[in-house]
């Protein structure tokens, strides 16, 4: 009797893995900024793509997962560089909202401060999950409305270290444990 008679016999049915697979990260964390570059232009414009990897989790779900990072996408051509939601102010205030500044004389001096903050920046971070959305509209005239086809996609924002640890406390009172 060959193996596959004996998988057969047995009932079994292959399953996929989840390997690999990026939990959505909900509650409280403090990262490290570990990586930013700036990608090329695409159709969503150009931006600049920063990574935080989990040190701690001060609430929520267990940073231990296989992927404890986050990355943010922030817009810096001419159209959404200002947005608050979207764009590299966001990053910078996040940065300075935990002390760290950013030189913005230049262009060249605001990448450069990026690049000294690589390894060194420590961050506190909220994860929730983010409806994913589609554009209805034009490039010109975008209309963003929910995709319900589409997963949930993961989602941070930055907190002060006080509010972080506020907040943690909080979702552990709530949760009755850290994790």
């Known amino acids: 009797m060959g193996v596959t008679d004996l998988l057969k016999q047995a009932g079994f ?14 509650g409280v964390y403090k990262a490290m900024f570990v990586e930013g570059k700036l990608n090329e ?21 267990d940073s231990r997962a296989s992927f404890p990072e986050f990355v943010g996408f922030y817009g810096v051509d001419e159209a959404n560089a200002d947005n608050a939601k979207k764009g590299i102010k966001k990053l ?25 903050l690589k390894g060194s920046a420590e961050v506190y971070l909220s994860g929730y999950k983010k409806r994913a959305v589609k554009n209805i509209g034009t490039k010109q005239t975008p209309e963003w409305v929910e995709n319900p086809e ?18 943690a406390a909080k979702q552990i009172k709530k949760a009755g444990h850290p994790l």
């Open 13 to 26: 049915k292959p399953e996929k893995s989840s390997v690999g697979d990026r939990p959505i990260l909900k």
């Open 41 to 61: 232009p695409n159709e969503y414009g150009h931006s600049y793509a920063a990574k935080f990897k989990v040190t701690e989790t001060l609430s929520g779900t």
């Open 150 to 167: 589409a997963e949930a996609k993961q989602d941070f924002a930055f907190m002060t270290e006080v509010n972080a640890k506020k907040e």
């Open 92 to 116: 910078i205030n996040g940065f300075f909202s935990v002390g760290l500044n950013v030189d913005l004389s230049s262009d060249e001096a605001m990448y450069s401060s990026f690049d000294n």
